[in-house]
């Protein structure tokens, strides 16, 4: 039986795999998408993600017209003031805590990562393939990659694109030594849609500021919400709606149509409670550890805790890649997280992987619309991956740092690279 060929294959349908399917059937270019899971349902992905002007850019060139305008139209909306108060309830100067990022000019933009994925799988459902657990590939002598998946198929290609996210199969083949790193952060996190919020009394500036709570002594806690139109968006069909594929997952962590407030805080190993322990703990009782930490807050800020939806709670240990890594190119490269995972503490991760995308697919079309040698044009796009994916590793790698203190285990890392 003859293996199917095709131009580019790409591994993973995350924001970035399925962005750069996007692009290259925007530009006549011959793509296909293996995904190993027909749902996406991990617990990240049912959060909004903020979205920067790296990742507006990438999908403005990526997308065709009518998908970036549905993107625009069901952005969510995310307070654009800041306020900063200490654990009694008490205002704080902001002055030292704003970022003053050229970016932050996006503050109010706010994207649930479920409706992304709805916008970017649309018109890809031809070159889309689930249920592909990739494995393993092969450099031919001419040249081309053989992709092996799980079931017994494989594929063949000009080239190969790992965005299989931080635990890439593609990534651990071609940089077998490049491994990722357990930071020793443990991040917790919650929502409590505003409806409940209003119900239960939460004060305004837990529901409609970005409100962070620095303690004098402790850990803070980050508050900002997002908001949702969804008679806006009416006009999208399936796009903005609640995704059916979510449909049997209970509470309301995956439904993409309410409107909600979030927060997250973060502690070093062993804070809260040993791995062991903690990863055995339900999202209620992930609140009551929380709340035993914290119980001498105000009661303004502890009815915000205490009134957050289980469902939506999950501890999850903050891994980063090791920024650094460099590579002769060849028919095999890769985007996003597979290369540059990061921590969240800048919000960069998933539009860095857009940005990839943006600096990859123009190299492909001048490889296949005006004679650059693909591997010239992969070089190339390498060299501009890392320059910045290795600078958002070690600036979300700096922002973890002055969260938790100086102190932490990475510090060395950082200094060195």
Do not use: C
């Not at 803070?220 to 449909?247: K, N, Q, W």
Request: no cysteine; net charge neutral.
């Amino acid at each position: 039986m003859s293996i199917p060929f095709v131009d580019i294959a790409i591994i993973g349908a995350g924001p970035g795999g399925l962005a750069l399917a996007q692009g290259l059937k925007k530009n006549g270019i011959d793509a296909a998408v293996f995904e190993r899971d027909p749902v996406r349902a991990d617990y990240v992905q049912g959060f909004r993600m903020r979205i920067r002007q790296r990742g507006i850019a990438a999908l403005e060139a990526n997308l065709p017209s009518h998908l970036f305008q549905t993107f625009l139209d069901t952005l969510g909306i995310a307070p654009t003031e800041t306020l900063i108060l200490d654990e009694r309830f008490n205002r704080l100067e902001n002055a030292g805590w704003g970022s003053g990022e050229p970016e932050d000019t996006h503050i109010e933009k706010s994207v649930s990562r479920i409706t992304l994925r709805q916008i970017l799988l649309s018109g890809l459902e031809e070159i889309l393939e689930t249920g592909k657990h990739f494995q393993r590939y092969k450099v031919l002598p001419d040249n081309t990659v053989l992709a092996h998946f799980a079931d017994g198929s494989a594929i063949r290609a000009n080239l190969l694109v790992g965005a299989d996210g931080a635990g890439s199969a593609v990534r651990r083949q071609l940089l077998p030594e490049l491994k990722s790193v357990d930071t020793g952060v443990r991040r917790l996190a919650g929502k409590i849609t505003l409806a409940d919020a209003a119900r239960h009394g939460i004060s305004p500036l837990l529901t409609d500021f970005n409100t962070n709570i620095r303690p004098d002594n402790g850990r803070s806690l980050m508050i900002t919400s997002h908001r949702v139109g969804p008679a806006a968006y009416a006009r999208h069909g399936l796009i903005g709606a609640e995704d059916v594929t979510h449909r049997d997952i209970p509470g309301f962590h995956f439904n993409n149509t309410t409107s909600y407030t979030w927060w997250n805080t973060a502690y070093n190993r062993d804070e809260l409670g040993s791995d062991d322990i903690l990863e055995t703990l339900d999202g209620a009782a992930l609140l009551r550890a929380l709340i035993a930490r914290i119980g001498d807050w105000d009661e303004r800020i502890l009815k915000l805790i205490r009134h957050t939806d289980p469902s939506t709670v999950a501890l999850l240990k903050v891994r980063t890649s090791v920024p650094g890594a460099n590579w002769q190119s060849g028919p095999v490269t890769l985007l996003g997280d597979a290369i540059h995972a990061m921590t969240y503490f800048r919000a960069l991760g998933g539009n860095t992987a857009l940005y990839d995308t943006g600096l990859l697919v123009p190299q492909i079309v001048a490889a296949r619309r005006h004679g650059k040698p693909l591997l010239a044009a992969v070089h190339d796009y390498e060299n501009a991956m890392r320059e910045h994916g290795y600078e958002a590793v070690r600036s979300s790698l700096s922002a973890m740092q002055r969260n938790l203190g100086a102190g932490r285990p990475l510090k060395s890392l950082l200094a060195s690279r």
